[in-house]
């Protein structure tokens, strides 16, 4: 019972931290690029837009398909 419980919390903590780290490694390519240059901010920006907005639109997909 507590290794279930142990495993459930370990799982939802990795969640986390993943999310943490994946905004923080974007962040911080989006701030070098603004440091290099302005413009290069803000195509930084738009880039990190579309790569987040493919990864929350195909990732629901994909665990769907790897459940059935």
Excluded: H, R
Excluded at 27 to 48: D, E, R, S, Y
Aim: glycine share 12%; no cysteine.
């Amino acid at each position: 019972m507590i290794i279930i419980l142990i495993e459930t919390l370990f799982k939802l903590i990795w969640k986390g931290i993943d999310l943490i780290l994946y905004f923080a490694g974007l962040g911080f390519i989006v701030w070098a690029l603004f440091l290099w240059k302005f413009a290069a901010g803000i195509a930084g920006i738009g880039i990190v837009l579309l790569i987040t907005g493919l990864v929350i639109d195909f990732l629901p997909k994909l665990v769907k398909k790897k459940g059935d």
